[in-house]
């Protein structure tokens, strides 16, 4: 799809920065796990979890928010998966118990999944094949300084305010985000012809066996 390089570079900062956020929140969360356990009043091996679970949720639904971006449109899942995963990181923050922040937490992987999965799909949308493999790359080292910068930044926010903190900053961050990807990435359903070919490619053996 032809586009301004100036809106390019602005979809793909829209995508890392929410690549970011997903990837911080989840790399903050291990080290909050001693706090949530107290705070809730809970075992350490209940605790793991809160961990477990959102890896175990994102990993389940990533093929088939692929194929459902490919089906419906990959910017409209992305769109909702960002405001998804700021319902579950909103739950996560405010939860008062232990099943509460659960739920949260499998709230905030199922709009993980839904971003992760179209995120690159986004780029090879828009980004020429000249172009391609350094945005991918882009998008990637924001995955990578997330992850990495996850424990420092949890760290700063346990110590100067507290660990619901790692859920709630995810809220502003991420409207500004949505935002801005409402305003960046046109809304485009794919014709009758692309979405019955998509759905016989779609390998829906393979999304059985890999969440059976």
Do not use: C
């Not at 970011?20 to 809970?42: F, H, Y």
């Not at 930044?153 to 500004?176: C, E, Q």
């Amino acid at each position: 799809m032809t586009m301004p390089r100036a809106q390019r570079i602005k979809i793909l900062i829209v995508l890392g920065m929410m690549s970011l956020l997903t990837a911080l929140s989840g790399s903050s969360t291990n080290l909050a796990m001693p706090k949530i356990s107290a705070d809730l009043m809970i075992s350490s091996s209940a605790a793991t979890w809160i961990v477990s679970i959102g890896l175990i949720t994102t990993s389940v639904l990533l093929v088939m928010f692929g194929h459902i971006g490919d089906l419906v449109s990959k910017n409209l899942v992305f769109l909702i998966g960002e405001m998804v995963f700021i319902v579950g990181s909103l739950l996560t923050g405010i939860a008062p118990t232990y099943l509460t922040i659960l739920a949260g937490r499998v709230i905030q992987a199922v709009g993980s999944a839904m971003i992760m999965a179209n995120s690159m799909g986004i780029v090879s949308q828009y980004f020429p094949d000249a172009n391609r493999a350094e945005a991918l790359a882009v998008i990637s080292m924001f995955v990578s300084v997330g992850s990495i910068s996850g424990p420092a930044f949890g760290g700063i926010l346990i110590t100067w305010a507290s660990w619901r903190w790692i859920y709630l900053f995810n809220v502003p961050v991420g409207l500004l985000i949505v935002f801005a990807g409402m305003r960046l990435l046109p809304l485009r359903r794919p014709a009758t012809g692309e979405i019955k070919q998509v759905w016989g490619n779609a390998n829906w053996t393979g999304q059985n066996l890999f969440t059976g």
